[in-house]
C-alpha cells in the first residue's frame, strides 16, 4: 500500500544455542539467533530480508537486499537497499547501504559507504534519523 513493496517472509530461522560454520547462501527471509562463522549472502532479486538479532553473532561478510542488525557482526554489511541498525547492533567492518536507519546505541568499527548508481532505490532518502520517527 501507498508504493512501499511487499517485505519478502522469513522461511528460515537459525536459533539460539546453533553454531554454523561456512557459507550461508538464503532466499526470501532468514532470522539469526545463534552464531555464524562465514559469509551469509542472499540469492535471488533483492527483495529479501536478513535479520540478525541482539543474541546473534556473524563472523563474516554479510549481503542482503534489507538487513536489520540487532547483533553482533565481525566483517562487512552490504544492504542493497535498507540497514536498520537497532540499539544493540554492533559492526566491525565497512558498511555499504541503499538507505540507512540507525538507532541510538548502535556501533560501527568501519567506514560508511553510501551505494551508488543501479542498485540503490531513488525514492528511498539515503539516511533516516531514528529520531525522527518520535512524535
Same mark, same amino acid.
Given at each position: 500500500?501507498?508504493?512501499?513493496?511487499?517485505?519478502?517472509?522469513i @522461511? %528460515?530461522? &537459525?536459533?539460539?544455542? %546453533?553454531? $554454523? @560454520?561456512? =557459507?550461508?547462501?538464503?532466499?526470501?527471509?532468514? @532470522? $539469526?539467533?545463534?552464531?555464524?562463522?562465514?559469509?551469509?549472502?542472499? &540469492?535471488?532479486?533483492?527483495?529479501?530480508?536478513?535479520? &540478525?538479532?541482539?543474541?546473534?553473532?556473524?563472523?563474516?561478510?554479510?549481503?542482503?537486499?534489507?538487513v $536489520?542488525?540487532?547483533?553482533?557482526?565481525?566483517? /562487512?554489511?552490504?544492504? %542493497? =537497499?535498507?540497514?536498520?541498525?537497532?540499539?544493540?547492533?554492533? $559492526?566491525?567492518?565497512?558498511? %555499504?547501504?541503499?538507505?540507512?536507519?540507525?538507532?541510538?546505541?548502535?556501533?560501527?568499527?568501519?567506514?560508511?559507504r553510501?551505494?551508488?548508481?543501479?542498485?540503490?532505490?531513488?525514492?528511498? /532518502? /539515503?539516511?533516516?534519523?531514528?529520531?525522527?520517527?518520535?512524535?
Amino acid at each position: 500500500m501507498f508504493g512501499k513493496k511487499q517485505q519478502a517472509p522469513i @522461511r %528460515t530461522l &537459525i536459533g539460539e544455542g %546453533t553454531v $554454523i @560454520r561456512g =557459507e550461508l547462501s538464503f532466499a526470501d527471509g532468514l @532470522r $539469526i539467533d545463534g552464531e555464524v562463522y562465514g559469509d551469509v549472502k542472499s &540469492i535471488g532479486d533483492g527483495r529479501n530480508i536478513l535479520v &540478525i538479532s541482539e543474541k546473534a553473532r556473524v563472523e563474516g561478510s554479510v549481503s542482503a537486499g534489507h538487513v $536489520i542488525v540487532n547483533g553482533v557482526v565481525v566483517g /562487512p554489511v552490504t544492504s %542493497t =537497499e535498507l540497514l536498520e541498525l537497532q540499539p544493540k547492533a554492533s $559492526i566491525s567492518g565497512d558498511v %555499504t547501504y541503499g538507505a540507512l536507519e540507525m538507532h541510538q546505541g548502535a556501533l560501527i568499527d568501519g567506514e560508511l559507504r553510501p551505494l551508488k548508481g543501479e542498485a540503490r532505490d531513488s525514492e528511498k /532518502p /539515503p539516511l533516516k534519523l531514528a529520531a525522527s520517527n518520535q512524535g
